[in-house]
């Protein structure tokens, strides 16, 4: 009986240690989406870079954005259309530029319109599914997910020590869609109900980077 017991507690003790391991895991992202629905929205500043028929476009974003789906985004680059803005309101699904209507989400060429990326980083911070998260290096990288129709966005996620996001990726069917830098990352506004009523369902506890 004693070699039993010495034999069973090693494993015991794996299994202790694989649980801890496994909430640290989940621990960063999560309590970055808490802050971030008991504030209600956010501020930040896009540096980020797509692909299109084999060319590059950079562009820059002025972003403020709410956890309902409410996102302003001014181009501060390139310069040549520098001051446009687009807002959407989250429940329409339009993304309205100078007052011009447009489609909102992933275009039929699995393209995501450049304006529209900054509401898509808060829905997944906010309410995406949780797929993966794990160290990378000095940096947290959290792999959210967002069901569109029948495929799956995912929003690649680094972020500091301190949880403050530093770069995403966005990719749809393993093709990378967008590649950014924030900066001046602060949370805003003030809504503490939120936190309690949207975290339930949305975690994996998964490990991975």
């Not at 990326?117 to 599914?129: D, E, I, K, Q």
């Not at 990378?176 to 506890?205: H, K």
């Given at each position: 009986?004693r ?6 507690l ?35 500043s ?13 562009f ?5 954005c ?7 985004a ?9 001051g ?37 980083l ?8 949780i ?5 990378d290096?000095?940096?947290?990288c ?15 996620t ?10 995403v990726?966005?990719?749809l ?18 809504n503490?109900?939120?936190?309690e ?5 949305r975690?994996?506890?998964q490990?991975?980077?």
């Amino acid at each position: 009986m004693r070699r039993m017991t010495l034999a069973v507690l090693p494993m015991l003790l794996c299994l202790l240690c694989a649980c801890s391991s496994k909430e640290k895991t989940i621990q960063a992202p999560m309590e970055f989406r808490t802050n971030l629905l008991k504030a209600g929205a956010c501020t930040f500043s896009l540096h980020a870079t797509e692909e299109f028929d084999d060319r590059v476009y950079d562009f820059s974003l002025a972003c403020t954005c709410q956890t309902d789906g409410t996102t302003e985004a001014t181009v501060s680059a390139p310069e040549s259309i520098s001051g446009i803005s687009a807002r959407t309101d989250g429940k329409t699904g339009e993304l309205i530029c100078e007052g011009t209507v447009l489609s909102f989400g992933v275009n039929p060429d699995a393209r995501l319109a450049p304006l529209a990326v900054p509401s898509t980083l808060v829905n997944a911070w906010a309410g995406g599914y949780i797929a993966s998260s794990g160290k990378d290096g000095a940096e947290e990288c959290t792999v959210y997910e967002l069901g569109y129709g029948d495929d799956t966005l995912k929003v690649y996620t680094w972020s500091s020590a301190g949880g403050v996001p530093l770069r995403v990726e966005l990719a749809l069917n393993g093709e990378v869609l967008c590649r950014g830098d924030l900066s001046d990352f602060q949370f805003t506004g003030g809504n503490n109900e939120a936190a309690e009523t949207n975290l339930g369902g949305r975690v994996s506890g998964q490990s991975g980077s």
